[in-house]
């Protein structure tokens, strides 16, 4: 199984934060709320893809115990501090992310090479050229698209 993240939503913080906004969103303002958080074609595709190969996955647990042992992060710096400190703390045993999560892989103190992570994504190999550029401990460990996870998990 793999969790896949785009929110901190297993933060109870976070999750009660969100609720709030979406209540106030739906009840208050009358607007819809989006099923995916994140870039809604990169989370849509990548569940679609899960689910044409019938891979099973959780997306944004609201509880840190339906964690999986392979958490790949789509989106957001915050979620992907929460995932590495899980990791840290031997609840996540191969973690993953990319590609929405930075712009640069300098952003955030060069987040993205920290050791935790074991693999990264972006969209193209120019992109893994100039990610590299920046910072050389990526080397080795980042890959383009979907197709760089499913040879090195198997999935």
Same mark, same amino acid.
């Not at 109870?12 to 607007?31: D, G, S």
């Not at 703390?89 to 640069?104: D, H, Y």
């Given at each position: 199984?793999?969790?896949?993240?785009?929110?901190?939503?297993?933060?109870?913080?976070?999750?009660?934060?969100?609720?709030?906004?979406?209540?106030?969103?739906?009840?208050?303002?009358?607007?819809?709320?989006?099923?995916?958080?994140?870039?809604? #074609?990169?989370?849509?595709?990548? =569940?679609?893809?899960? %689910?044409?190969?019938?891979?099973?996955? /959780?997306?944004?647990? $609201?509880? @840190?115990?339906?964690?999986?042992?392979?958490?790949?992060?789509?989106?957001?710096?915050?979620?992907?501090?929460?995932?590495?400190?899980?990791?840290?703390?031997?609840?996540?045993?191969?973690?993953?992310?990319?590609?929405?999560?930075?712009?640069?892989? #300098?952003?955030?103190?060069?987040? =993205?090479?920290?050791? %935790?992570?074991?693999?990264?994504?972006? /969209?193209?190999?120019? $992109?893994? @050229?100039?990610?590299?550029?920046?910072?050389?401990?990526?080397?080795?460990?980042?890959?383009?698209?979907?197709?760089?996870?499913?040879?090195?998990?198997?999935?």
């Amino acid at each position: 199984m793999i969790t896949i993240l785009t929110e901190p939503s297993f933060i109870l913080f976070y999750h009660l934060k969100k609720e709030v906004k979406n209540f106030i969103k739906k009840k208050l303002l009358n607007r819809e709320i989006p099923w995916y958080a994140g870039h809604y #074609a990169v989370v849509r595709s990548l =569940i679609d893809g899960l %689910e044409k190969i019938n891979q099973e996955y /959780n997306y944004n647990p $609201t509880s @840190s115990s339906k964690i999986a042992s392979h958490v790949h992060v789509l989106a957001g710096v915050n979620t992907l501090k929460a995932a590495i400190r899980l990791k840290q703390k031997g609840k996540i045993k191969r973690l993953t992310a990319g590609p929405n999560i930075v712009i640069s892989s #300098a952003d955030e103190n060069g987040i =993205i090479a920290s050791k %935790e992570i074991d693999r990264y994504f972006v /969209n193209s190999d120019w $992109t893994i @050229s100039a990610y590299l550029l920046d910072n050389s401990k990526l080397t080795n460990r980042i890959d383009n698209g979907p197709q760089g996870l499913m040879k090195k998990y198997g999935i």
